[in-house]
């Protein structure tokens, strides 16, 4: 089988083709060689060939085209070759049967992506900044490249130049910071980047940019959502009692703190239910859709267990009477499922009392025969089944008639 490759060269690979290997045969003059059995040609670029960006239209000098087969030993050598070349050349290079891009060429010095970082941040062209910065960004999702090291030297160089700015009060980087942030941020422990997308919020110029706006409120919530992890939950009735006042308040952090709370990942949730019991017992009156928050994990409550009890319960007040409703609630559907429970053993017993016998010593009756007795020919069956077990020809009439009462009740004993 014939594989495919494709090396655009944004410079002229003329100079590198003079390079031969072991593998590697080139003529200048034919503008045509190969590698092992892959047969390479230098042409011009077509319509047809893919392209990393659409730009590259305008870059491309030159194409090799790779066609034939590779063997176990030339396979490696080829790739490490193709992607020297596309690097030599600044191109890249697309891989016909896997249909992408395995390598495109990223300019990987450090110095020369620190200066042009600073070029463009000196020039206020924080548009162009984080159009090269998508660019690399689509560079590292298509082929394996120095792309993202290049991402995170142009963030040492421009996180601290913009901060200066936005310090300053220019909000005219708003562009570069969010791509920044696109790249360099959400990572687990806030960073730079992260105290530099709040720091543009807190800008009366960045009031109303949704980009930046959007960022900050999601690393609020995330700081508020780790504090809250992090602080005590409440451990008596007083302490629950200042959470629900400080969040039906609208604080945040209180919020964040109730959404623990009243969430599944909570260790101790039987503290959590006494505390609501007690809640529910002080008579406090919540909304509605705080309590049903407050009462979801409440399965099974010992002392409500008597009747006199509950009805002494519920009337403490709205909340009391949502647990009570709640529990009367679970204890109807748990008497529910032992009934359902209940009757599917009883049919699966029949079932198998019908297939196999009450005593369960007989083999499984074959589904022919269970046709022919759900088609109400019981005497066919039964000369089937002592022709199938002779053995058990003694046993047949009993056999054909437990079968008959389960499942063809209605039809009329063999003769």
Not at 3 to 17: A, G, K, M
Not at 107 to 125: H, N, S
């Amino acid at each position: 089988m014939s594989i495919d490759f494709t090396i655009l060269c944004t410079q002229s690979p003329e100079r590198f083709l003079r390079k031969r290997t072991d593998w590697f045969k080139w003529s200048a003059r034919a503008r045509s060689g190969s590698f092992g059995g892959m047969s390479l040609g230098w042409a011009e670029l077509e319509d047809t060939d893919p392209l990393p960006e659409p730009e590259w239209a305008e870059r491309v000098v030159a194409v090799i085209r790779a066609n034939g087969r590779l063997s176990d030993d030339t396979y490696d050598d080829f790739d490490s070759w193709t992607r020297a070349l596309a690097d030599a050349t600044h191109g890249a290079v697309y891989s016909h049967p896997s249909g992408r891009f395995t390598h495109i060429w990223a300019d990987a010095d450090p110095k020369r992506t620190a200066a042009r970082t600073r070029e463009l941040l000196d020039a206020g062209d924080f548009a162009g900044l984080a159009a090269w910065i998508r660019e690399l960004v689509a560079a590292q999702r298509r082929a394996v490249n120095a792309a993202g090291s290049q991402l995170h030297w142009i963030g040492e160089v421009a996180i601290p130049m913009i901060e200066r700015r936005v310090a300053a009060g220019d909000a005219a980087s708003a562009p570069a910071i969010v791509a920044l942030h696109d790249v360099l941020g959400g990572r687990p422990d806030p960073g730079p980047i992260d105290a530099l997308v709040l720091a543009a919020a807190a800008l009366p110029g960045l009031a109303g940019d949704r980009a930046i706006q959007t960022k900050a409120a999601a690393l609020e919530e995330r700081r508020l959502r780790a504090e809250a992890a992090a602080a005590p939950l409440p451990a008596d009735l007083p302490a629950l009692q200042r959470l629900l006042d400080d969040a039906l308040g609208g604080d945040p952090a209180a919020l964040a703190r109730l959404d623990r709370f009243t969430g599944y990942e909570l260790d101790d949730s039987d503290i959590r239910q006494k505390l609501v019991i007690a809640l529910a017992k002080s008579g406090r009156e919540l909304p509605i859709s705080l309590s049903c928050r407050l009462i979801e994990h409440i399965y099974h409550v010992p002392e409500l267990q008597s009747p006199a009890k509950r009805k002494a319960f519920v009337a403490r007040g709205s909340l009391a009477r949502q647990i009570a409703e709640r529990l009367a609630e679970r204890e109807r559907r748990t008497e529910d499922d032992r009934r359902a429970r209940t009757r599917q053993i009883a049919e699966r017993t029949a079932e198998y009392d019908a297939l196999y016998g009450r005593d369960r010593k007989r083999p499984r009756l074959p589904d022919d025969l269970v046709a022919l007795i759900r088609r109400g020919q019981l005497t066919a069956a039964l000369a089937a089944y002592r022709e199938r077990f002779p053995a058990l020809a003694a046993q047949a009439a009993q056999a054909i008639e437990d079968a008959r009462a389960y499942f063809a009740p209605n039809a009329a004993p063999p003769e």
